[in-house]
Structure formats: structure tokens, C-alpha cells
């Protein structure tokens, strides 16, 4: 984290006082670390550098071409769950011999739109979306790479709304049934079985959950390979957690050497989709105190940030440190600290033990560069905020702050409603 540090006083991105930053482009705004993002990507990357291997870096986690051409130039691969992340990628400069396209419900054009391209692989998550891609790759005339994403039933002891591994869950073919997948997948004429794939949780903070997943597995590859089913790919998802209070994830050299332990020599290429591990402590959301009040039980500070720029406050009950961008001494006060959207679930911090700010001052609230941007809606009609790089000594605005034109485009009154 030491690319977000006090220097005289002033919360610096790198080489630049955020402060100053803020004078050039307004609040709130998105702003990144380039060295920190490198950093992250490098150090996980060459964790795995003893064995064949593939980063597949995902994009829902913070979708910003600046970010995905930087992880392309460092060799990265994307994974993508939508045609919009597919579009997004390949606008990006990714080689399409290193997308991967993963997702519950993928659609025909979708489907054809990732076939044209020429993707790594689709990692599947039903019969019926075997057949689906079988059918679409027949009409291209194009034989579709596969892998199937099997849900492999363990607990990855994170919060539920981001847990995917379990039966419950809609994710993925539960592992008993994963043998007939493959078997239905190896019958059907336009698809080339080449992995086996499966992701079960973000934020995890134990490596136990993936090495069983990891496991089950390995079991059925060997299962497949019995049965003449080349599985050439080895892919594990994502979902390394990071600090954003106390939490105590392994280091990604711990959970890589964990990883290799169990893979090498297996014959597979190991294919990681890590995204907020990469992403999310490279990154701040920097906001203004509009106002403070007080009533009998509760203080409050309003701030010009909210739930639709970062919901993972409101959302999954997430902790996110918040910084004062000037540091000074002050008086330490418990406070919610909210934004100004019309709903009682618009907060940043509840009771929170905060420094006394008054309005007019910043704050930059920590460990947002992983499902913040990627994760915020106009509502309210509030315009998305601007992203900005900074690298070293110089800024880039890599998003421009959206305008109320950006909110009614495609909107459209009919004529009947128009009086004449
Ligand atoms: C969300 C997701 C990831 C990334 O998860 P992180 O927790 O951000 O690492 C990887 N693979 C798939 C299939 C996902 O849905």
C-alpha cells in the first residue's frame, strides 16, 4: 500500500498530492496507482512462473481499458463474463488466444460474437449451454474450445452473496454430474473439449477451500483421461481476498507455492483468474464532506460519494478504511459517514471511528479499486465519476466524469406524448 502515502502531511498517489488532483478534476473520482497495480500483477504472475501458466485477469472486477491494456502489456490474458467484457477486452488489445469467457447465462450472439474472435476457451456451466454453443459453432462453422465449470461443493468460508461453490448455488455442474457433461460435450460434433474449470468464492481468506477444490478436481481429470478426454487447461478462478481491515488473506506467493505443490508435474496448464486481488488495494474512491449534523444518538457526515458510486458498503455490510486526505490533528468522533442518495442503505461507514472533518474537506476511501467503479449506477441520475492514473509524477484522466447528456442518451419521448 506504500503508493498511498502521508507525505507533509498530504495523502499522495505516488508522486501526486491527492488534493491536487481533486482541484484538477472534482469530486468524487476514481484514482488508481500504476506502480501498485504492476506490482500486483507481477508478484502474482511470477508466483506461478514454475509451472505452464496463464493470468487470467477479471475484468468484471474493474473494467477501465487503461487497466486492461497495462495487464495485456504485462502478458496478462482477461476473463470476461458478458459480450460488453468480451468488446471491452478485445477494444483493450487482449489476445483473444488468452480470453477466457466464463458466465451462468451466456447468450446465442454472445456466444458467436466470442467464436468470431477466436477466445481461449469457454468455461461452461450447463448441458443445455453445451448444446447452445454446439449449435451457434455449427452455424460459424467453427469448432468451439470448451472447458466446463464444475461446481465442486465446498465451502469457501466468505460472505454468501459472494460465495459460488456450494450446491446451493447457481453456479457451474455439481461435480457428480460433470462425468455426463463431458461425456455429452465429447458427442457433439463442434466442440473440442480442452479443460476443466471451476471458481468458488472471492474474498477468500483461507487457501484450504480452493487446494479441496483443487482436489476434486484433479480426481476428475484423471476420471476423464481414462475415458480417452484430454484436458489440456487447469483453470481455478479467482478469488484471493485482500485487507481491507484486518482480514489476514495468504500472501499470493503463499497460495501460489500451496497451488504448485498440487499441480505440478499433473500435465496441465494452470489457468488463474485473480481480479481483486490485483485491483482492489491499487485503488481509492476520493470524496468531499458536503455537510455534518447531529442529532441525540448520532452524527453524521455527508459526503458527496455514495451508494451508487461504491456499494459495497450497502451491499455486503464491506468495511472500507477512510483516509482524510490533509492530515492534521483532530478531534476523534464517531460518526455514519453517508451520501446523498434517497436511501437508508446510502453509506460508506456506520459508527465508524473517524476524524472530525468539516465540510469542504476530502477523504479518500481505501481499498476501492476492485468492484467500486465496475459496480456503479446512475441512480438518482447521478453521472458516474471521472477514473484517473496516476503514474509517478503525472496524472491521466482514463475516464472522463460523465455529463447529464450521458444520462437521457437513448432515452426517448414519443410523439404522442408531445403537444402540438
Ligand atoms: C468474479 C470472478 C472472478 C474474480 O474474482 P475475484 O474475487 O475478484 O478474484 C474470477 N472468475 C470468475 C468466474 C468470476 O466470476
Given amino acids: 500500500m506504500h503508493f498511498f502515502e502521508y507525505k507533509n502531511r498530504q495523502l499522495h498517489c505516488e508522486g501526486i498530492p491527492i488534493q491536487e488532483i481533486a482541484k484538477k478534476v472534482g469530486t468524487p473520482f476514481y484514482l488508481y496507482s500504476y506502480h501498485t497495480l504492476v506490482r500486483h500483477f507481477t508478484v502474482f504472475d511470477e508466483a506461478f512462473k514454475g509451472i505452464p501458466h496463464l493470468i487470467c485477469y477479471s475484468v468484471k472486477a474493474n473494467s477501465n481499458l487503461a ?22 477486452a478485445l477494444r483493450g488489445g487482449a489476445d483473444p488466444q488468452k480470453i477466457v469467457f466464463s458466465g451462468v447465462g451466456k447468450r446465442e450472439d454472445e456466444i458467436g460474437d466470442a ?35 464444475v461446481n465442486p461443493d465446498i465451502d469457501p468460508k466468505t460472505h454468501p452473496y459472494i460465495s459460488t461453490g456450494l450446491k446451493q448455488n447457481k453456479f457451474g455442474i455439481d461435480i457428480l454430474r460433470a462425468p455426463m457433461a463431458y461425456r455429452l460435450a465429447s458427442q457433439l460434433p463442434n466442440l473440442k473439449i480442452i479443460g476443466i474449470d471451476c471458481h468458488i468464492g472471492s474474498q477468500l481468506v483461507e487457501v484450504e477451500p480452493i487446494i479441496q477444490a483443487l482436489r476434486k478436481l484433479k480426481e476428475l481429470v484423471e476420471r476423464l483421461r481414462k475415458e480417452e478426454m484430454e484436458i489440456q487447461y487447469l483453470d481455478l478462478g479467482g478469488g484471493l481476498g485482500i485487507t481491507y481491515e484486518d482480514e489476514e488473506p495468504p500472501h499470493p506467493i503463499e497460495y501460489a507455492s500451496t497451488i504448485l505443490e498440487e499441480v505440478r508435474g499433473f500435465g496441465c496448464t494452470l489457468i488463474l483468474e485473480p481480479g481483486r486481488v490485483i485491483v482492489g488495494n491499487a485503488g481509492v474512491l476520493v470524496s468531499k464532506v458536503l455537510y455534518t449534523k447531529e442529532n441525540e444518538e448520532k452524527r453524521f457526515m455527508i459526503v458527496d460519494a455514495g451508494m451508487n458510486d461504491l456499494v459495497r458498503p450497502s451491499y455486503y455490510g464491506s468495511y472500507h478504511q477512510i483516509l482524510p486526505v490533509k492530515e492534521e490533528i483532530r478531534e476523534e468522533i464517531l460518526a ?16 465508524r471511528k473517524i476524524q472530525n472533518l468539516g465540510a469542504g474537506e476530502l477523504i479518500a476511501v481505501m481499498s476501492a479499486g476492485a468492484y467500486g467503479f465496475s459496480m456503479s449506477t446512475n441512480y438518482n441520475s447521478r453521472p458516474r465519476v471521472a477514473e484517473v492514473l496516476v503514474r509517478n509524477d503525472q496524472m491521466f484522466v482514463i475516464r472522463q466524469r460523465e455529463g447529464y447528456e450521458d444520462l437521457i442518451r437513448g432515452e426517448v419521448i414519443p410523439e404522442f406524448l408531445i403537444k402540438k
Fill in 115 to 149: 467464436l468470431r474472435a477466436g477466445i481461449l476457451m469457454f468455461n461452461v456451466e450447463s448441458s443445455q449451454e453445451l448444446q447452445t454453443i454446439n449449435e451457434v459453432a455449427g452455424r460459424i462453422g467453427k469448432k468451439a474450445p470448451i472447458s466446463i465449470r
Fill in 67 to 88: 487497466l486492461l491494456r497495462l495487464f495485456v502489456n504485462l502478458g496478462g490474458g482477461v476473463d470476461v463474463v458478458s459480450g460488453g467484457e468480451l468488446y471491452r
Fill in 336 to 351: 455514519d459517514v453517508v451520501g446523498p442518495i434517497c436511501e437508508s442503505s446510502d453509506f460508506l461507514a456506520k459508527g
